[in-house]
């Protein structure tokens, strides 16, 4: 689900605590004050405990203000914008500050961020010996900024200093890493046009946001395309597929220009063909190979502002593989086996491109039919939309899972239930993956 701005937090949570560079006898981080008084197994604690370990440990790691970090200085614009619809700055080109107080910027992002033992870390090798540090995520979805850099009046400025603006604002207020994709949903404001033909105003955006997030101590979370937007997602990548059937039912207009389907207003076998189709794009070799050449792009490109390869940056935190997938087994039994599938290969083709970044799905998660969390899904509907958590997060080419929080959504706004939801997937990632979790996506619709 995608509506609105979001916040993306980890739940990770404190439950995973970092590497130091040294470690105790029982495998233990020995530098970390945080984890002196934890109970080694969180599996033996009830859920009210885990739940209580959780505050302790949010206290715990509550760090201090950084005195060493130098403010940015405030740089007045000694340029003026030229008026056309695509705006670029040059290399030496500077967009205006807008802090919200005195509070310094974070640091330019200059490490990469791994897993370690189930935690993420930052590993630096300034020394020639490679150092681990814990790394806490917070951060917010702000989905479809691709674009904004492009707009030439958003908000009494342009979109390159409202971007600029929102990455200052959310590096005073202690934020480290957006989730964006890594395309648009804008017709108006594409990437890629066509299968192989990008526009290169598009990518520019794109480089402009990585650039202006490093300076400011912003990891970027990218995916590569979503599930629900036409513009940008796998029913256009399956259209202009070679070997995928053609269409026997029109796209609605609606879709076109980056809407919803509302599916109230669908008959049975409208809805049976959408779900029929859009199941074909984990399959067809036409869809994957223009999905292969999107990644492939991208991860390849290098940056007009910073000339940084994006495989080489770390200001990239991880590639989602999707966003939200969908394979419906309610009426294509094997579909979860066909979601799989794409899932191993895609994820083991973007490791193979670039092992410098950490790759996971970009999943709600839901658990399968046959999970024995199924329990716990949101809804009746979740164990029949082709995902199943544990099994879609543990492949070796994951390196981490996310879950999504949509309460309106989904019909669940008790507190309960959230708090279920989130250490239901907590235990599951520590004692069954071995891997941090991330909440990717929650918020109100």
Not at 73 to 93: G, M, R, W
Not at 326 to 350: G, H, Y
């Given at each position: ?22 470690q ?15 109970p ?27 005195d ?27 967009v ?37 540090e814990?790394?806490?995520?917070a951060?917010?979805?702000s ?17 390159q ?150 495989r ?6 991880a ?71 544990r ?21 669940r ?13 907590i ?19």
């Open positions: 689900m995608v509506t609105g701005m979001f916040a993306l937090a980890t739940v990770l949570l404190l439950l995973l605590l970092g590497l130091g560079a040294a105790t006898n029982d495998g233990r981080p020995a530098d970390l004050a945080a984890t002196e008084t934890s080694n197994d969180l599996s033996l604690l009830s859920d009210e405990e885990l739940l209580a370990e959780l505050e302790r440990r949010k206290a715990e790691l509550a760090l201090p203000a950084d060493s970090i130098a403010a940015v200085e405030v740089v007045k614009p000694s340029f003026a914008y030229p008026q056309n619809d695509t705006i670029y700055l040059t290399v030496n080109e500077t205006p500050a807008y802090p919200i107080d005195d509070t310094p910027f974070q640091e330019p992002v200059t490490d990469f961020v791994r897993v370690y033992d189930g935690q993420f870390v930052t590993v630096s090798n300034d020394s020639g010996t490679a150092v681990c814990p790394f806490f995520l951060g917010w979805n989905w479809d900024v691709t674009r904004v850099p492009r707009i030439q009046s958003y908000r009494s400025m342009n979109g200093a409202a971007l600029t603006q929102q990455l200052q604002t959310a590096s005073q207020s202690g934020l480290n890493v957006m989730r964006a994709w890594a395309h648009t949903i804008d017709p108006s404001y594409p990437v890629m046009k066509s299968p192989g033909w990008y526009d290169e105003e598009g990518l520019k955006a794109l480089d402009f946001l990585l650039s202006e997030a490093n300076k400011y101590g912003i990891r970027v979370i990218l995916s590569f395309v979503d599930n629900w937007k036409y513009p940008g997602g796998v029913d256009q990548m399956l259209d202009w597929s070679e070997t995928a059937p053609n269409r026997t039912m029109p796209l609605p207009a609606s879709l076109l220009e980056g809407g919803d389907y509302n599916q109230r207003s669908l008959t049975s076998g409208e809805k049976n063909y959408i779900v029929e189709r859009h199941s074909l794009f984990y399959t067809d070799e036409g869809a994957r190979k223009i999905y292969r050449d999107y990644v492939s792009t991208l991860v390849n490109r290098t940056n007009v502002y910073n000339g940084k390869v994006y080489d940056d770390p200001t990239i935190l590639w989602n593989l999707i966003n939200e997938p969908r394979c419906e087994t309610w009426l294509i039994p094997d579909c979860d086996d066909k979601l799989q599938s794409w899932i191993e290969s895609e994820s083991a083709f973007v490791k193979e491109l670039d092992p410098n970044h950490m790759v996971t799905v970009g999943e709600e998660g839901f658990w399968a039919g046959d999970s024995p969390n199924e329990y716990a899904n949101p809804t009746w509907w979740a164990k029949a939309m082709g995902q199943d958590f099994r879609n997060h543990l492949p070796e080419s994951i390196d981490f899972a996310t879950i999504h929080i949509w309460p309106d959504t989904w019909g706004p008790e507190d309960s239930f959230q708090k279920s939801w989130i250490l239901a997937h235990r599951e990632a520590e004692e069954e993956l071995g891997k941090p979790l991330l909440v990717e996506e929650f918020g109100k619709s």
